[in-house]
């Protein structure tokens, strides 16, 4: 996770320069002040089959190209781990990304939010559309756990966001973990802290830190949360050019079986 700290570190300290005296505010959702996040697992601790699989995963990174041989098997997820490691190359100041939040939701066009020098991360739902969820059976999926690993170590931050109680972060972190889909417990957390809480204010949080260049959801309420009040689908068609373009649709974890 070097490369990725030290990437960090250089935005942070860009971003400081941008932000001024916002930036103190902007630190602790990345330190984790407001995502839930556990960086102290036991080194001693037995390796388990996730770990396994990123250190497999850091080993190819480290012969050449990360990418070529995990696009080789991640199927439906080649879009998104393609577009967000584009958007992560891109140099902040000369090449201006934009965020996968819309600028002005209530204007139904897809123009985006602009990241300035923020650094680069991805955002997954876990979410099923059916509204039926149990973190304690999140399975596995070594094509996303790669596809995952190769972006941490291209510096790009991982979250993954739920509707869900803060009360179940525990939960999900252990399965998190136990499947290799964030072995070294570095992802953030999004879950909901208040009664009156909602992902898009999460989302919002989150893009005021971090240069949100990807979403991956099962449903466009998974982007935004206005798709959960519109009378006619068809007055957002101009949001559709989003779809591969920061938005990604694929199913969610919690609707795939364990083989």
């Not at 990725?4 to 320069?17: G, I, N, T, V």
Request: aromatic residues 6%; negative net charge.
């Amino acid at each position: 996770m070097i490369v990725r700290r030290l990437q960090a570190a250089l935005a942070a300290s860009a971003l400081a320069l941008v932000l001024g005296g916002c930036v103190a505010a902007a630190i602790p959702l990345a330190a984790g002040g407001v995502v839930l996040r556990n960086e102290a697992l036991d080194d001693d601790e037995p390796e388990t089959e996730g770990a396994r699989e990123a250190d497999q995963a850091d080993a190819i990174a480290t012969e050449g190209e990360p990418f070529a041989p995990v696009l080789a098997q991640a199927g439906a997820y080649n879009a998104f781990f393609t577009y967000a490691r584009e958007q992560a190359a891109l140099a902040p100041v000369a090449e201006p990304r934009h965020s996968a939040i819309l600028a002005t939701p209530g204007s139904l066009q897809p123009e985006r939010v602009e990241c300035s020098v923020r650094p680069s991360a991805v955002l997954v739902d876990l979410d099923p559309a059916s509204g039926a969820r149990d973190f304690a059976a999140l399975p596995s999926d070594p094509a996303l756990a790669q596809g995952l690993h190769a972006l941490r170590l291209e510096g790009v931050f991982v979250f993954w966001i739920s509707d869900a109680s803060a009360a179940e972060a525990g939960t999900l972190r252990r399965r998190l973990t136990e499947t290799g889909l964030d072995p070294t417990t570095d992802d953030g957390i999004l879950l909901m802290r208040r009664a009156e809480d909602r992902k898009q204010l999460r989302r919002q949080e989150l893009s005021q830190t971090h240069c949100l260049v990807a979403i991956l959801g099962d449903e466009r309420a998974d982007f935004d949360e206005l798709f959960d009040y519109l009378k006619d689908p068809a007055a957002a068609s101009a949001l559709e050019a989003l779809i591969g373009n920061g938005w990604f649709l694929v199913p969610t974890l919690l609707n795939t079986k364990e083989s």
